[in-house]
């Protein structure tokens, strides 16, 4: 479980003018973030934009990922949906996870199960795993909000749900988490603005959007706040705020993949229904990066 403590990032998918997988830019993005001191790569996430991927797109980045990483770092798969016995018949199929080492499996979305309902769902997918389990809440992206009791009955029941992934954006709510879990269990920020806020009370690290392009930075600043260093940790965390305010004003993955473009390591191109960056946003994120 210490291999997630830290800063964790999900990576987006670079896509190629024609919209083809660009893994050459996907090959610069890994090395980027291992370079400049991620702790673990999350492939396959919504920042990936894996709804818009066919199962055979899926599988080929998966595989690039584990090819590049060369076990340098922890990778974590997303692997979730609003289909529980499909999501058992993938983590049961041969070969799926190979060279992953845990599972990050979001609420089940739009069907806007009951709290029984989304405890039943994760008890599922907790005796198909062969994996450690990620649990994921994003109310704003399922449509429903996973509470606390029913994350800290999960987290005491099943050994292999190992943490939550906690974007409700609810400070009260990752309190009560932090108050309440088990030994060992981990809560990590799902919101890149809450994240340091979080570790200051105790939690253990992120999963970032912004982490993958100001990598050093971001990843510094969670380490000082895991470290005590707040005073430090939030001085760059003031600097690094406008840059997430920027990459998600016109929606993920647009704002980071222009930040990336910025940074020369991949083009911006997203696939419908997004879009990519405006002009004027485009322009205000070249202008933010030149004041660091």
Request: charged content about 20%; overall charge negative; aromatic content about 6%.
């Amino acid at each position: 479980m210490q291999s997630f403590r830290g800063t964790g990032v999900a990576l987006i998918t670079p896509f190629n003018e024609d919209l083809s997988i660009d893994f050459d830019g996907l090959t610069r993005l890994i090395e980027h973030n291992i370079d400049q001191g991620t702790d673990y790569l999350v492939a396959l996430g919504t920042t990936a934009e894996s709804a818009t991927l066919s199962a055979v797109e899926k599988k080929q980045v998966k595989q690039h990922i584990v090819s590049v990483n060369k076990g340098r770092l922890p990778l974590v798969l997303g692997l979730g949906g609003n289909n529980t016995a499909a999501i058992i018949a993938e983590l049961t199929t041969a070969g799926v996870v190979e060279g992953f080492d845990a599972i990050l499996s979001v609420s089940p979305y739009y069907n806007r199960p009951t709290q029984e309902g989304i405890y039943a769902h994760y008890k599922a997918i907790s005796e198909a795993s062969p994996l450690p389990i990620i649990m994921y809440n994003v109310p704003s992206r399922t449509g429903s909000n996973m509470e606390a009791g029913t994350t800290l009955r999960l987290a005491n029941d099943f050994e292999n749900i190992i943490a939550i992934k906690e974007a409700a954006g609810d400070m009260t709510q990752a309190l009560r988490l932090l108050r309440d879990r088990p030994e060992g269990f981990l809560v990590i920020s799902g919101d890149d603005m809450l994240a340091l806020p979080i570790v200051s009370a105790g939690g253990d690290g992120v999963i970032s959007v912004i982490g993958q392009g100001l990598v050093s930075s971001f990843s510094t600043l969670i380490r000082d706040g895991l470290e005590g260093a707040f005073a430090k940790a939030y001085t760059a965390h003031y600097q690094i705020m406008p840059s997430i305010d920027l990459i998600f004003e016109e929606g993920n993955p647009a704002g980071i993949k222009s930040l990336l473009a910025h940074l020369d390591i991949c083009q911006d191109f997203v696939r419908l229904p997004l879009m990519k960056a405006s002009e004027g946003l485009d322009k205000k994120i070249a202008a933010y990066l030149k004041t660091l």
